[in-house]
């Protein structure tokens, strides 16, 4: 079947602009996350979504940054008036749920670069 | 709060050698403790996890990890090493004891197996 699906999968913009990251999770995937993967950093947690439960914010660096989850599917991460610091490549992942530690199955990413 | 270190950031190993990749953990409940690989150009994918029962686990690939709770380490071991398996490998966490779904991932450790 088909896999998390990211898009676009390379963005750059100028700073200032606004961003938004597509994620299409798996089909039937309760659990929604999203981390940012940095050039000689591991990943860092920014958001998690389960079900109709009110999503988990305290990864998001800053209020430029912000998520939302519709029809319990797609998700859109915003980043309001880019930085030169928000580039790096930005990952979803979905599992079944988080009850029990489900594997999460990512994207293949969105290489954000803000000039 | 939990955490998750990767002593290394490099591991370099002749092909056929036994290989180790070291993590350790720190959270303050039950541990959920899990391996992913990245590829190059491709997106991470799961290898293993612990979540109860035996201290070693097996996986994909032939890699398996023990479980040390009173070393708080999860390290990633096989026996004898592929050059396909030259990847980045990352260790994650979750406190299974607390409320949170939030997944805690080291800065990841880049393994090179040399013909």
């Known amino acids: 079947g088909a896999g998390v699906s990211q898009s676009p999968s390379n963005k750059v913009t100028e700073k200032g602009k606004d961003v938004e990251l597509r994620c299409d999770p798996i089909s039937g995937h309760t659990a929604l996350y999203w981390y940012r993967q940095s050039l000689g950093q591991g990943l860092e947690f920014l958001i998690y979504f389960q079900g109709n439960s009110a999503p988990d914010k305290s990864g998001l660096p800053s209020d430029r940054f912000s998520a939302e989850r519709t029809g319990g599917s797609v998700s859109t991460l915003t980043i309001q008036r880019t930085q030169q610091e928000d580039s790096a490549v930005y990952l979803c992942?979905?599992?079944?749920?988080?009850?029990?530690?489900?594997?999460?199955?990512f994207g293949p990413g969105t290489r954000l670069l803000v000039l | 709060a939990q955490s998750v270190a990767q002593p290394e950031d490099q591991v370099n190993v002749a092909e056929g050698n036994p290989l180790t990749v070291k993590c350790t953990y720190s959270v303050s409940g039950n541990p959920y403790l899990f391996w992913y690989v990245q590829y190059p150009n491709r997106g991470l994918q799961f290898l293993l996890k612990y979540i109860t029962g035996d201290n070693l686990v097996k996986g994909s690939y032939g890699f398996e990890a023990e479980f040390n709770k009173s070393q708080t380490s999860f390290h990633l071991k096989k026996p004898s090493a592929l050059v396909s398996d030259s990847a980045l490998y990352f260790c994650a966490v979750r406190d299974g004891s607390s409320g949170t779904y939030k997944y805690i991932f080291g800065t990841g450790t880049r393994l090179k197996v040399l013909a």
């Open positions: 992942a979905s599992s079944l749920s988080s009850g029990q530690g489900e594997t999460q199955y």
